[in-house]
C-alpha cells in the first residue's frame, strides 16, 4: 500500500525560518507561489528581467529578482519554469547559487532522474509534485481544499528532506486532498507512460482514428464528431465521479455489452509495454532533448497535421453552434 499523508501528518514548522525563492511564473509558479504566500511562507518569485511574468508577479504583490539573484536568497529553490528549459537556466543561474544546506525543489522529476540537472552532494533533493493544472492547484486552495500530490526526496543532505517537503506539500494544500510518496523514478516514468499512453497521446488518436474511419466508411462528419469526441466528456465525467463499474451502471446494456467485448480488441498492451521501455531506458528522454535541439521539427508537423485535420474544421464550427466559442 502506498504511503498517504494527510494534513495531520505534516508541519509548517520546517519552513519557518526559511525563503522560498519559486522560480517561475506561469501555470505552476503562479498558484503555488500564491498558496505558499497565503501559508505564511516568506517567498520571493525569480524570472527573468523582461519577460511577461516579470510584471505579472510584481502585480500580483510579490518581490520580485532576477533567477539568479532569487537562487542565492532562497534557502528552498522551488524550479517551476518549463523542463526543457530548466537544464540551461540551473546551469547558468542556479547552481552556483545553492549553499550548504540548501533545498533544490520540483514539481517534475524528469531533469534530476534523466541527469540533465546534478545538484551539489550538499544540498536534499526534493519533489513536490501536484497532480493537477496550476488553475486546480490554486482554485482548490481558495476553496479550502487542496490538490493531491506526490512527495519523494532523491537527496537527503540534511537528514531532513522528507519533513520540508510534507511542509512545502501543506502550505499549498496538497495534504488537505492527500500526498503520495514515491521516488524520483516512479514519478516521471509514471508521468510519461501516462501523458503518452493515455491522457495526451491515446485519446488523442483514438478520437483521431475513430472519427477518420466513421468519416472514411461515408458518415456525415459532424455526426462523427458528436460521436466520437463531443459524447468522450459525458464518459470520462462519469469514470471520474463514479469508476469504471459507475460508467457502465449509466450506460445502456448494449453500450455495455458492445463495449466489453468490442473495446479490449482495438487497445494493443504490447505496444504500451514498448512505450514503457523506452521511457524506462531513457530513449525517450534522448529523442526529446535531440529534437528540442533541431527546433522541434517532428513535433511542428505533428502538430501541423492536427490544426488542418477535417476534425477542428468541423469541431470549431459545432462548438461555436453550442455556443462554446465566439
Ligand atoms: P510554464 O510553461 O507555465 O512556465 C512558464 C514560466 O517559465 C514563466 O514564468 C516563464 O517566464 C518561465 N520561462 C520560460 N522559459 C524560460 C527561460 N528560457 N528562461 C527563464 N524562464 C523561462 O510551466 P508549468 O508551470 O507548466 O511547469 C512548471 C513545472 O511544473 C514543470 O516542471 C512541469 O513539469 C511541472 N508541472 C506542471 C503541471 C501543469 O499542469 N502545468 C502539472 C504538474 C507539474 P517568462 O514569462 O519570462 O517567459
Ligand atoms: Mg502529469
Redo the contacts with the bound molecule.
Keep these: 500500500m502506498a504511503k498517504i499523508y494527510g494534513d495531520e501528518d505534516a508541519s509548517l514548522e520546517p519552513l519557518e525560518d526559511k525563503t522560498v525563492a519559486v522560480i ?6 503562479k498558484a503555488q507561489a500564491k498558496n505558499l504566500r497565503d501559508s505564511g511562507i516568506d517567498i520571493i518569485i525569480g ?2 528581467e523582461g ?4 510584471e505579472r508577479a510584481k502585480k500580483d504583490g510579490f518581490e520580485v529578482l532576477p ?1 539568479s539573484e532569487a537562487a542565492e536568497a532562497g534557502d528552498v529553490v522551488h ?5 526543457e ?2 537544464p540551461q ?1 540551473y546551469r547558468e543561474h542556479i547552481h552556483d547559487n545553492m549553499e550548504k544546506g540548501n533545498v533544490l525543489s ?3 522529476a ?1 531533469n534530476i532522474h534523466y541527469g540533465l540537472i546534478e545538484p551539489p552532494e550538499y544540498v536534499d533533493v526534493i519533489l513536490v ?2 497532480k ?3 488553475h486546480m492547484v490554486r482554485k482548490l486552495y481558495t476553496e479550502g481544499f487542496g490538490t493531491p500530490a506526490l512527495v519523494a526526496v532523491h537527496q537527503d543532505y540534511t537528514g531532513e528532506a522528507m519533513d520540508l517537503a510534507l511542509a512545502m506539500a501543506k502550505a499549498m494544500g496538497f495534504t488537505r486532498a492527500g500526498v503520495i510518496k514515491t521516488t524520483f523514478r516512479e514519478e516521471v516514468e509514471t508521468d510519461l507512460f501516462g501523458e503518452q499512453v493515455d491522457l495526451v497521446g491515446g485519446v488523442l488518436y483514438m478520437i483521431l482514428y475513430a472519427f477518420e474511419t466513421l468519416v472514411e466508411a461515408g458518415y456525415q462528419p459532424e455526426v462523427a464528431y458528436f460521436e466520437t469526441l463531443h459524447e468522450l466528456k459525458l464518459i470520462v465525467d462519469l469514470i471520474y465521479e463514479k469508476g469504471l463499474s459507475g460508467m457502465l451502471d449509466n450506460v445502456s446494456n448494449t453500450a455495455e455489452y458492445g463495449g466489453l467485448t468490442r473495446g479490449k480488441r482495438i487497445i494493443d498492451k504490447g505496444e504500451m509495454r514498448k512505450v514503457l521501455e523506452e521511457i524506462q531506458s531513457g530513449e525517450f528522454a534522448r529523442e526529446w532533448t535531440l529534437e528540442n535541439e533541431s527546433g522541434r521539427i517532428v513535433m511542428k508537423r505533428l502538430r501541423e497535421k492536427i490544426e488542418n485535420h477535417e476534425i477542428e474544421k468541423v469541431g470549431e464550427r459545432l462548438r461555436k453552434m453550442m455556443g462554446f466559442e465566439d
Design positions: 517561475g511564473y506561469g501555470s505552476q509558479g524570472v527573468r519577460g511577461p511574468s516579470w533567477i524550479i517551476l519554469i518549463p523542463d528549459v530548466q537556466v520540483f514539481s517534475h524528469y509534485a501536484p493537477g493544472p496550476g
